[in-house]
């Protein structure tokens, strides 16, 4: 069993479906997925800047509705989860469990009694802030001559929606947060905490990455660090962006906290064809082309350089572990 704690397939689910393809999971990416072994997928609800700000919560509805529709249409593969025992339960079955997250707090706006309805329609992960700024903080911008000139924490909607979301039983994500957001997220954290998708700041110095004193944080909440594949968040230096490079991270991570405390976010955007972002040849920055490809160059390989229990850690149980504790 494989958990990818980060995939931004609904862009594809709902920009295909609207052009009248149907089963869009299980033609473009089923083979891939079963080849690397996933048996779970956390994914996100990303808004395009396009949408911003009025169209947030009408494209991130959209998406949900799409994907169900590929469930009532897929059903044999994929199911929609809400809790630990339904993935356990997806992945005894060969199934795929899908968990649904919020990539970025844009479509609640600055109304948390829209929490509550994502939640109902599955939402169990909700990360505050994408890389910019919303109603909730400041996000970690990619380049840092991008960030604003003036940085802020979390806003006061921000606390209250730190504060709901446990209230709630959601898992808190903060990948993409700026440092001022993060620490006053894990000031607020009662229960474990991740970072979906980010990688170690020692090894590579993007501000998308976690220095040493945050990835203890996370592991002191009981929280998993999900390894990002994206390589600008591998390497400083386009020479060593490779799979060496990035099995560094898991092993800093198990050096600085443990071995109980890493997961996989694959961040794969290179196989999400209908992400229409600048030019094709330039976008081309995961490591892997596809799950297939992690399967076959990481997560395969993960199997010899890891003790058997070890590679189910950070396979799936350590984030399957947060899952339990936090939704059940």
């Keep these: 069993m494989v958990l ?38 956390i994914c996100s609800l990303y808004i395009c800047e396009e949408y911003l700000p009025e169209g947030a919560l009408r494209n991130a509805l959209d998406q949900i509705s799409a994907l169900k529709e590929e469930l009532e249409e897929s059903g044999e593969h994929f199911v929609l989860c809400r809790d630990s025992a339904e993935a356990r339960r997806a992945a005894e079955t060969g199934k795929i469990g899908i968990f649904l997250s919020l990539e970025g707090a844009e479509p609640l706006g600055n109304d948390i009694l829209l929490l509550r309805t994502f939640y109902d329609l599955g939402v169990r992960f909700i990360g505050l802030t994408w890389s910019r700024r919303n109603y909730a903080g400041d996000g970690s911008s990619f380049d840092p001559s991008d960030a604003p000139k003036f940085q802020g924490g979390l806003t006061k909607f921000g606390r209250e929606l730190v504060a709901a979301a446990q209230n709630m039983g959601m898992v808190v994500d903060v990948s993409h947060l700026n440092d001022p957001g993060f ?101 081309r920055k995961n490591l892997f082309a596809d799950h297939a490809d992690a399967g076959r160059r990481f997560i395969g390989p993960l199997r010899e350089k890891l003790a058997p229990e070890e590679y189910d850690a950070v396979a799936f149980g350590n984030f399957m572990r947060v899952i339990e504790k936090v939704l059940g």
């Design 183 to 283: 620490y006053e997220v894990a000031d607020m954290m009662k229960m474990p905490f991740i970072a979906s998708h980010s990688n170690c700041r020692a090894l590579c110095g993007s501000p998308r990455n976690l220095k040493d004193d945050q990835i203890k944080m996370i592991a002191d909440s009981g929280g998993v660090i999900g390894l990002n594949a994206y390589s600008p968040f591998v390497s400083d230096s386009e020479s060593d962006r490779d799979p060496a490079k990035f099995f560094e991270h898991l092993e800093y991570i198990r050096e600085v906290a443990s071995i109980d405390n890493v997961g996989i976010g694959l961040d794969l955007c290179d196989c999400i064809e209908s992400l229409d972002i600048g030019d094709r040849d330039d976008r």
């Design 4 to 41: 990818d704690a980060h995939f931004d397939v609904l862009l594809d689910v709902l920009a295909y479906r609207k052009k009248g393809e149907r089963k869009i999971l299980e033609r473009r990416h089923l083979p891939n997925l079963k080849e690397a072994g996933i048996s779970t997928l």
